[in-house]
């Protein structure tokens, strides 16, 4: 089955700390994976797009890595500000025809 | 913003009201989105119109009827709906049918409230 799971569902961190958000997924045959952030009440944003062949793509303070061997990637937040308040949703892009497959995403708070 | 617009942005209605999402693009885009949005639940992807024809429809139930009249827009028409249609509705747009390059570009969303 199809699917993309990540964890946790939920994070409290304090402003200025670093996280990683897990993505794992069952999609094949695989296109590539999508990150969004969504802030409240908003639509989902997208940060970063990577396909098979990338390992890492960086966009500002968030970066990304994708393993496609064992279906992995991570999001990694660095120093975090109260901005990144948001929900993260993964994305795997599936077959030629590109058909979506999201996640159910993170909601990332930051305190002060 | 991201180039996509969503009216009304909140719409409360009753289950024997009659009532239309309005999505509109200002990228250049051939291929429009509908996804539903619920608690604690991944995106669900409702529709899909490129070049104004429906390519694809998620056994998605009739009282949601959809509307492309041209490229730049895409409505969604609801009817007789039951209270776990309450949900934040999404429009998204983006150059051409998904493949490994387009990326989607969302509106603000609906939040819709059924009572």
């Known amino acids: 089955k199809n699917q993309v799971e990540q964890s946790p569902q939920s994070l409290i961190i304090l402003e200025g700390k670093n996280c990683t958000l897990q993505c794992n997924y069952t999609v094949s045959p695989f296109s590539n994976l999508r990150w969004y952030k969504q802030d409240t009440g908003r639509g989902p944003v997208s940060l970063t797009i990577?396909?098979?062949?990338?390992n890492t793509k960086s966009n500002g303070r968030y970066t990304a890595t994708l393993d496609a061997d064992t279906k992995q990637s991570s999001l990694h937040i660095t120093a975090s500000q109260l901005s990144d308040s948001a929900s993260y949703i993964c994305?795997?892009?599936?077959?030629?025809?590109?058909?979506?497959?999201f996640g159910k995403g993170t909601k990332l708070s930051v305190k002060p | 913003e991201t180039g996509v617009t969503q009216t009304p942005r909140h719409l409360v209605m009753g289950m024997t009201n009659k009532k239309s999402l309005k999505c509109e693009q200002h990228?250049?885009?051939?291929?429009m989105y509908w996804y539903k949005q619920s608690a604690k639940k991944p995106l669900e992807l409702m529709f899909v119109y490129s070049l104004e024809e429906r390519v694809e429809n998620n056994s998605v139930p009739s009282r949601f009827s959809p509307e492309c009249p041209n490229s730049s827009h895409l409505f969604l028409h609801l009817h007789t709906l039951q209270p776990e249609d309450s949900a934040l509705y999404l429009c998204?747009?983006?150059?051409?049918?998904?493949?490994?390059?387009?990326?989607?570009?969302f509106g603000p969303g609906t939040r819709l409230t059924v009572l």
């Open positions: 994305v795997v892009s599936r077959g030629s025809q590109g058909n979506l497959i």
């Open positions: 990228l250049g885009h051939n291929a």
């Open positions: 998204a747009s983006s150059q051409d049918l998904p493949n490994s390059y387009n990326e989607q570009f």
């Open positions: 990577m396909t098979f062949s990338e």
